[in-house]
């Protein structure tokens, strides 16, 4: 299995370099490295969000409320920060993490305590959070003028030449890389996802584990929510609407398997990669808006063709010769 | 339903003859022959593994036989789908149904076969009158409309029959139907199995009960190991003669059973009890034993072992090691406390198939292979390395998924991952089903080895060669109660049927 999730992650690469090739055929400025890394700057709050989505789904769970608490999370810093223009960034970021943990938090137990299917509850909790953005703001919006240079030039700020959003993408992935293939919390993902009945006799609780897992995507959501307030300077009720499906289909492209324990931190963060080069690059080719929807929808279901494929041609080896020869 | 009035009660329905069924390394079916009467009961009997179901399957249409005929009203017919057998009028009724639970009690007796209305619509009306015609046919007292979840399992046995009958079945296999009914609703399937009876249909009846083959069953068959042993009628057999046909079999296997020298009590159970699945189980085991623990399926033996280590509670008793009392709450704390559990069903809850091997031994020892919560690999590779190479698992790597391995290796690697737990007691049930000779070998080896080495073993098992072969002693489960404790020359085949079955005369023995 590793080696064909390798090769997975190879074809993905292949498919990315691929797509880049094509579009620079159209539009050579596209590949410069200076836009490459604009788009990989644009893409980061997917690949935070996707990574969180991609503990979930390994858990046999789906987080649909992560786009509504990233724009709950978001107003709420806004908010704090028109009231409060002094306070540091770092005590900002540090209580989007905490908003975004309470809002997993409460999916996760919802999961756990009340064995509710995740679907239904994150459907629940995705309305609920939007509609907490509206009773807190009223439905106004927090402009541009009305936050502080500082809460807005954070994201933005060049660090060896990119910006700082990049990093916290860049950090995220390498914690999360550490999480999932070092650590025992990474490897109980794995186990309740991949068979949760035996992971219950090895002594793991499968709902704390799922628990943990939605307080993962929240805090990540948390911390993309500030990023993308910041970053475009405005928060209002329906920012990052129907966000969530496009996490959820980079997951699926990077082969994190929906029926659970399959997937790795570099399948989730190029199948948020391959849909960020998709998004960046069709406007500049000048394919029409609507045709653009329809190609990011084709590459979804033939991503799923392919991943269903895979699984299929692991059947069991039944013939002691094929066994010998693997 | 007329045709079946008419037809020769001498002269069988279904005659299976010469039946061969063969399996990657074994023969399900080796030559078998089977003859189902109109208006009479047949009792299928065997021990596990006897081929009882492989014969189901036969003739359901699920399996298709290797060789041999199947001969309806004297006709060679091939069942190639299910569908063709129950066309050709034959169905079945398992242990647990197959039915849908949110529709109607009528909607499940005629799915597929619906009434329809001149517009091809499902007449409604109709089905509701036809399903309340049957059910009250076979002195069922359930309304139509009502929803099947709303059921219990024995009403939803009525509407699996009344949907055979709906389909005008003649012939009518009934696998282990009581296993899973109260007293009451037991007597009520008889009165009901009397009624199909009456109207001529055939019926094979599938038991490891006793006392229900010779109050219902009007002829009987044995299977032994794939084989046909004996049929006859029920008058002319003793319940003696059927154990001695079930289980005489030439002991063909060498267990490697060593005498271990018993040390003390690792482990003493008393009355542990639940309010629905058992009640008042004691033993001791001691350090170096193996206990067998035997019984019919749903005798109540795994569920006992999940709640001693911790995925049920008991309402009562007291378990203890040594001389303190534990209280085991959950498995995480069993495994502290020494004691393991190797499942029954190795897909569902053993092995995580997508996951290397190394990662699946390590799983429950992940505290001694990991620092603050960060896994030491390499102490992971070593640790799953010792305990595969001890069980002469085979594989190309230790990285490869457990899902490539084979039915006996992927056992191989739930055992390893237990034992890497450095367990007291360790429970394994039913450690060798489904897996091929040469695996069984080997695990009857190392846990004999393994009890050499002083760890205890407590062994569910349904094959009666395992359980005589490898047990010091052997607790028989019967309906959630121990009813039997046996050692030394008290083992035999008979008396472990006898218990389990529940056969009290003498004069089976």
Redesign the interface.
């Known amino acids: 299995?590793?080696a064909l999730l390798k090769s997975r992650e190879s074809i993905l690469v292949g498919a990315i370099l691929a797509l880049l090739a094509l579009i620079a055929t159209r539009f050579a400025g596209f590949v410069a490295p200076a836009n490459l890394a604009a788009v990989f700057n644009d893409t980061s709050p997917l690949i935070i969000l996707a990574l969180g989505q991609m503990v979930v789904i390994l858990t046999r769970c789906i987080d649909l409320s992560v786009a509504a608490n990233l724009a709950l999370t978001g107003m709420m810093c806004a908010m704090l920060n028109v009231v409060y223009p002094d306070l540091p960034i770092i005590v900002i970021l540090l209580l989007a993490l905490a908003l975004g943990a309470i809002m997993g938090a409460v999916n996760g137990l919802l999961v756990w305590k009340l064995d509710i299917p995740p679907i239904v509850v994150t459907l629940g909790t995705m309305t609920i959070y939007r509609g907490i953005i509206f009773l807190i703001s009223h439905g106004k919006w927090v402009n541009a003028h009305e936050m502080s240079p500082a809460f807005t030039a954070f994201p933005r700020a060049a660090l060896l030449g990119l910006p700082v959003l990049s990093w916290v993408a860049m950090a995220v992935i390498i914690v999360m890389a550490v999480v999932m293939?070092?650590?025992?919390?990474g490897?109980s993902f794995?186990?309740v996802g991949?068979?949760p009945?035996?992971?219950?006799?090895?002594?793991?609780?499968v709902g704390k584990a799922q628990f943990r897992a939605f307080v993962i995507s929240g805090t990540l959501a948390g911390l993309a929510g500030y990023l993308w307030v910041a970053r475009y300077a405005v928060a209002y009720v329906d920012i990052a609407g129907g966000f969530e499906l496009d996490v959820v289909a980079a997951c699926v492209i990077g082969g994190i398997s929906i029926a659970g324990?399959?997937g790795t931190v570099g399948g989730a963060v190029l199948g948020a990669l391959f849909l960020g080069v998709i998004k960046n690059a069709l406007p500049v080719v000048d394919i029409s808006p609507f045709w653009q929807l329809a190609i990011s929808g084709a590459a979804i279901i033939i991503a799923v063709v392919f991943n269903a494929r895979a699984d299929r041609t692991?059947g069991?080896?039944?013939l002691k010769s094929a066994?010998h020869a693997? | 339903m007329a045709r079946t009035g008419l037809a020769d009660p001498s002269q069988p329905v279904l005659r299976l003859d010469g039946i061969v069924k063969q399996f990657?390394g074994v023969r399900a079916l080796d030559g078998v022959q089977l003859a189902l009467y109109p208006g009479q009961v047949t009792a299928l009997i065997g021990e596990n593994g006897a081929g009882k179901s492989t014969i189901v399957k036969t003739l359901t249409g699920i399996y298709q036989p290797d060789e041999g005929d199947i001969l309806l009203d004297g006709q060679p017919v091939r069942f190639p789908t299910a569908q063709a057998a129950g066309d050709a009028g034959i169905t079945a009724i398992h242990q647990e149904t197959v039915l849908f639970d949110e529709l109607s009690v009528a909607e499940n007796i005629f799915i597929g076969h619906a009434p329809r209305t001149r517009f091809g619509l499902i007449d409604k009306a109709e089905m509701r009158r036809r399903a309340s015609e049957i059910l009250t046919s076979i002195g069922a007292k359930i309304d139509p409309d009502v929803r099947l979840r709303d059921l219990g399992i024995a009403s939803k046995h009525l509407v699996a029959i009344s949907r055979a009958l709906s389909i005008d079945a003649r012939v009518v296999i009934m696998d282990e139907p009581t296993a899973a009914l109260s007293h009451k609703e037991i007597e009520e399937l008889y009165e009901l199995v009397d009624t199909l009876k009456a109207q001529g249909k055939a019926i094979l009846f599938i038991s490891h009960k006793f006392d229900e083959i010779f109050r219902i069953a009007d002829r009987y068959t044995v299977f032994r190991d794939g084989q046909f042993v004996g049929d006859g009628l029920m008058a002319e057999v003793t319940e003696g003669e059927l154990v001695q046909m079930m289980v005489g079999r030439s002991v063909d296997q060498i267990f490697p059973k060593r005498r271990a020298v018993l040390g003390n009590p690792v482990l003493q159970v008393v009355g542990y009890s639940h309010p629905t699945e058992f009640d008042g189980i004691g033993f001791t085991l001691r350090r170096g034993e193996i206990l067998g623990f035997y019984g019919l399926v749903g005798a109540g033996r795994s569920e006992f072992m999940q709640s001693l280590?911790g995925?049920t509670r008991p309402s009562k008793g007291v378990c203890k090691m040594g001389d303190d009392i534990k209280i085991i709450r959950?498995?995480?704390e069993?495994?502290e406390a020494g004691i393991v559990?190797v499942?029954e069903?190795r897909g569902?809850?053993?092995?995580?198939?997508?996951?290397?091997i190394f990662?699946n031994v390590t799983?429950?020892s992940?505290g001694k292979t990991?620092n603050n919560?960060?896994?030491q690999?390499a102490e992971e590779f070593k640790l799953a390395r010792e305990y595969t190479q001890r069980l002469d698992l085979r594989a190309?790597s230790l990285?490869?998924?457990v899902?490539?391995?084979?039915g006996g290796n992927q056992q191989k690697v739930v055992i390893a991952?237990w034992l890497a737990t450095q367990p007291k007691v360790i429970i394994l049930d039913e450690p060798t089903k489904g897996i091929d000779i040469g695996s069984k070998a080997a695990v009857h080896d190392f846990m004999s080895e393994l009890a050499a080495q002083g760890l205890s073993v407590i062994m569910v098992s349904s094959e009666i060669p395992e359980i005589l072969g490898m047990s010091d002693r052997v607790i028989v489960m019967r309906e959630g109660r121990v009813v039997a404790e046996l050692e030394g020359d008290d083992l035999s085949p008979e008396t472990l049927v006898r218990h389990a079955a529940g056969i009290t005369s003498e004069a089976a023995a």
């Open positions: 299995m590793n293939a070092r650590t025992t919390l490897r794995y186990a991949g068979n009945h035996a992971a219950v006799y090895t002594g793991i609780n324990g399959i692991k069991r080896v039944i066994e693997q | 990657p280590i995925i959950s498995p995480a069993a495994i559990y499942p069903d569902k809850q053993g092995a995580i198939t997508a996951m290397p990662q799983l429950p992940l990991s919560g960060f896994l690999m190309a990285d490869v998924p899902g490539s391995l084979s991952k």
